[in-house]
T-cell receptor, first 112, second 115 residues
Framework: AQSVTQLDSHVSVSEGTPVLLRCNYSSSYSPSLFWYVQHPNKGLQLLLKYTSAATLVKGINGFEAEFKKSETSFHLTKPSAHMSDAAEYFCVVSSLNNDMRFGAGTRLTVKP | NAGVMQNPRHLVRRRGQEARLRCSPVKGHSHVYWYRQLPEEGLKFMVYLQKENIIDESGMPKERFSAEFPKEGPSILRIQQVVRGDSAAYFC?????????????FGPGTRLTVL
C-alpha cells in the first residue's frame, strides 16, 4: 500500500522569499513521485516528476524537488516566490500497479 | 493541440436526478482517469479506463456510479439518483501510456452541485 502526506495544509510566504512545501511518502515499491499545481477553478498541471533518475528534479516555473529515500521525502522548493505561484499544490506517489495516491494538498499564499 | 476537455463545466442537479459528466481526452491518449475533489480535500482516485475497458474501479462507489470509455466518443462518468454528498468537482485526466510513471493531463473539471 502507498500513501502520501503533505505536512502543511497552508503555507504563506512573502514575494521574493523561498518556498518550501513538504511531502513524505510511503511505498512498498520503487515509487514515482510527482508535484502538480492547481490554480483556482482550473485543472492540475504537472510541475515536475521523479522516476528513479536524478534525485534532484527541476520543474517548470523555477520549482525543484529532491527525492530523499532515507527520509522518504520529496519536498518542493523555489528560491524566490512570485505572486503567480499562489495556488494549491499536490504531491502524488505512484507505482507500477497504477496505484496512485494524491496528498491532501498545500495551499500556497504569496503576500506582496 | 486541444487538451483534455470536460463538459459541462458546471452542472446543477436536484436530489434523485442523474448526472452525466463527459471527458474528451487529449487526441491519441487511450488512458483516462476520473477523480473527485471534495471541498478542502485533495483528489481521490475513482476509476481508470483504457478504451472500452475498465482497468481499475477501486475508488468508485459501488452503487449509483458508473463509467465508460467507448471506442468512439468521450468518456462518461454517470451518477444516478444524485445525493447532496455527490456535490464536488470531478476531474478527468488522460495519458498516452499508463500513468504510473507518466504525466497525466488534466481537464478543467466539472463542478457538480446537488440541490
Amino acid at each position: 500500500a502507498q500513501s502520501v502526506t503533505q505536512l502543511d495544509s497552508h503555507v504563506s510566504v512573502s514575494e521574493g522569499t523561498p518556498v518550501l512545501l513538504r511531502c513524505n511518502y510511503s511505498s512498498s515499491y520503487s515509487p514515482s513521485l510527482f508535484w502538480y499545481v492547481q490554480h483556482p477553478n482550473k485543472g492540475l498541471q504537472l510541475l515536475l516528476k521523479y522516476t528513479s533518475a536524478a534525485t534532484l528534479v527541476k520543474g517548470i516555473n523555477g520549482f525543484e524537488a529532491e527525492f530523499k529515500k532515507s527520509e522518504t521525502s520529496f519536498h518542493l522548493t523555489k528560491p524566490s516566490a512570485h505572486m503567480s505561484d499562489a495556488a494549491e499544490y499536490f504531491c502524488v506517489v505512484s507505482s507500477l500497479n497504477n496505484d496512485m495516491r494524491f496528498g491532501a494538498g498545500t495551499r500556497l499564499t504569496v503576500k506582496p | 493541440n486541444a487538451g483534455v476537455m470536460q463538459n459541462p463545466r458546471h452542472l446543477v442537479r436536484r436530489r434523485g436526478q442523474e448526472a452525466r459528466l463527459r471527458c474528451s481526452p487529449v487526441k491519441g491518449h487511450s488512458h483516462v482517469y476520473w477523480y473527485r475533489q471534495l471541498p478542502e480535500e485533495g483528489l481521490k482516485f475513482m476509476v481508470y479506463l483504457q478504451k472500452e475497458n475498465i482497468i481499475d474501479e477501486s475508488g468508485m462507489p459501488k452503487e449509483r456510479f458508473s463509467a465508460e470509455f467507448p471506442k468512439e466518443g468521450p468518456s462518461i462518468l454517470r451518477i444516478q439518483q444524485v445525493v447532496r454528498g455527490d456535490s464536488a468537482a470531478y476531474f478527468c485526466a488522460s495519458s498516452p501510456l499508463p500513468a504510473s510513471y507518466n504525466e497525466q493531463f488534466f481537464g478543467p473539471g466539472t463542478r457538480l452541485t446537488v440541490l
